[in-house]
């Protein structure tokens, strides 16, 4: 089945110790996406890609970076996690659809854990 | 960012139906209503879209109002599996081809057995 994978599950990282999420489609989908979901708070969208153009909120903390290498990959890098990073961070892509519809397909998520 | 609004929660017996209601009064003509829910645990999950029509798929119907202020979720027949957060929202044009959803805080649905 096509899908979204992110790895790992559960991420636990020391204070101040960079730390990398990844993120893998097998949807072809040309637009990916990173949010960051706080316990008991909606996602919030922090950056996405269409292709290769990187698209940064203007909220978004310079400590968090995105590399898209290819159609398949993005990774999320937070350079120096504090404790207020610890969070569920969610992938999604979506593309033009004939429906009109960009629905977003979203992965099951890593738990990050700052010690 | 265009708005919508919601209550926190919702209960609803097995197997009656559920309608979640939306206010959106501030929509512009191109938004789209987008409704998606989260489970516990995983991440959310599309269940339908509409732009002025009512619609049905599989999962649910949206009814949304003449003047597009409001829309209406609605389950036919909620199973323990509904059980859920729904979100509500507005999808926006984010520039060079895709759309961004702006999260709410949604309703916590409950399905009592």
């Known amino acids: 089945d096509a899908m979204v994978i992110q790895n790992p599950r559960y991420q636990v990282t020391q204070f101040g110790k960079p730390v990398t999420l990844s993120c893998s489609q097998t949807?072809?989908?040309?637009?990916m996406y990173w949010y960051q979901q706080k316990s008991s708070q909606a996602p919030k969208l922090l950056f996405h890609?269409?292709?290769?153009?990187?698209?940064n909120e203007a909220d978004t903390p310079d400590n968090f970076q995105s590399r898209r290498p290819n159609t398949s990959f993005c990774f999320l890098d937070i350079r120096s996690p504090g404790l207020g990073d610890a969070a569920m961070y969610l992938c999604?892509?979506?593309?033009?659809?004939?429906?009109?519809?960009?629905?977003?397909?979203f992965g099951p998520g890593t738990r990050l854990t700052v010690t | 960012d265009a708005k919508t609004t919601q209550p926190n929660s919702m209960e609803s017996n097995e197997e009656e139906p559920v309608h979640l209601p939306c206010n959106h009064s501030?929509?512009?003509?191109?938004?789209?209503i987008h409704w998606y829910r989260q489970l516990p645990s995983q991440g959310p999950e599309y269940v339908i879209h509409?732009?002025?029509s009512n619609v049905n798929n599989r999962m649910a119907s949206l009814a949304i109002a003449e003047d597009r202020k409001s829309s209406t979720l609605i389950l036919h027949r909620a199973t323990l599996r509904d059980a859920a957060v729904y979100y509500c929202?507005?999808?926006?044009?984010?520039?060079?081809?895709?759309?961004?959803?702006?999260f709410g805080k949604g309703t916590k649905l409950s399905v009592i057995p």
């Open positions: 890609y269409y292709d290769k153009d990187f698209n």
């Open positions: 929202i507005l999808r926006q044009y984010s520039g060079a081809g895709s759309y961004q959803l702006t």
């Open positions: 501030t929509i512009s003509g191109t938004d789209y």
């Open positions: 949807l072809n989908h040309n637009v």
């Open positions: 999604a892509t979506s593309t033009p659809s004939r429906s009109g519809s960009y629905e977003q397909y």
């Open positions: 509409g732009l002025t």
